[in-house]
């Protein structure tokens, strides 16, 4: 399976700031994910990073809020603008290898934000 | 549409117990069912997936769960718990042309000595 690592792990942000976090995989990958786990909860997608177009925001998620790049098939950035207490989570970069349903997503270890 | 339920938020057993997680799922389409497993500190890690053919299948760390399309579920086991075996576990499901994993909302498992 694919190495992913995220930056930053962990983060403490003032409140309506932005924060970008990178995704790096060690091998070209079809698919990419961002996630956000909120505290104590399970994961939601927020959109799927396109190779050199926009992403694919799932429902309640915006770009302007969440705008994400993918310039290339190993490399994607989650930009978290504005932030407010509320965007406190975990947010976690997901691959799949071949874009195929049945095949497995691939996670990083995430980012911890918290804002103040 | 695709939704999964894991019952109880958090399981407790003891050391050399057996480990039962539940999972049930639906799905529109037959379904692709996958366990993970999410340590303190981390991103998640596959335990077993469920694509086609065999309906019990095996994991790593000794886990292994079975497909049940009559009762919709997918039920993690572990014969004996080990102390490392404390985490969060996810059931998610895919299916048919659709990429995207929904997740359940996880299970808690605590392993007392």
């Known amino acids: 399976s694919a190495v992913i690592s995220q930056k930053p792990s962990r983060d403490i942000c003032q409140r309506g700031t932005s924060l970008t976090i990178q995704c790096q995989v060690d091998?070209?990958?079809?698919?990419m994910f961002w996630y956000r786990q909120q505290p104590g909860q399970s994961l939601t997608l927020i959109a799927t990073?396109?190779?050199?177009?926009?992403?694919?925001?799932e429902s309640g998620f915006v770009i302007d809020k969440f705008p994400i790049s993918r310039p290339n098939l190993t490399f994607s950035t989650l930009t978290v603008s504005n932030m407010s207490p509320e965007d406190s989570s975990i947010y976690l970069c997901?691959?799949?290898?071949?874009?195929?349903?049945?095949?497995?997503?691939?996670f990083g270890d995430g980012t911890r934000l918290s804002i103040l | 549409a695709q939704s999964v339920t894991q019952l109880g938020s958090h399981v407790s057993v003891s050391e050399g117990a057996l480990v039962l997680l539940r999972c049930n799922y639906s799905?529109?389409?037959?379904?692709?069912l996958f366990w993970y497993v999410q340590y303190p500190n981390q991103g998640l890690q596959l335990l077993l997936k469920?694509?086609?053919?065999?309906?019990l299948v095996k994991g790593i760390n000794g886990f292994e769960a079975e497909f049940k399309k009559s009762e919709t579920s997918f039920h993690l086991t572990k014969p004996s718990a080990h102390m490392s075996d404390a985490a969060e576990y996810f059931c998610?499901?895919?299916?048919?042309?659709?990429?995207?994993?929904?997740f359940g909302k996880g299970t808690l498992l605590t392993v007392n000595p």
């Open positions: 997901s691959v799949q290898i071949w874009g195929e349903p049945h095949q497995p997503q691939h």
């Open positions: 469920y694509t086609t053919g065999a309906t």
């Open positions: 799905s529109s389409v037959p379904p692709y």
């Open positions: 998610a499901v895919s299916g048919g042309s659709n990429y995207k994993l929904t």
């Open positions: 091998s070209q990958v079809t698919m």
């Open positions: 990073a396109n190779q050199g177009s926009e992403a694919t925001y």
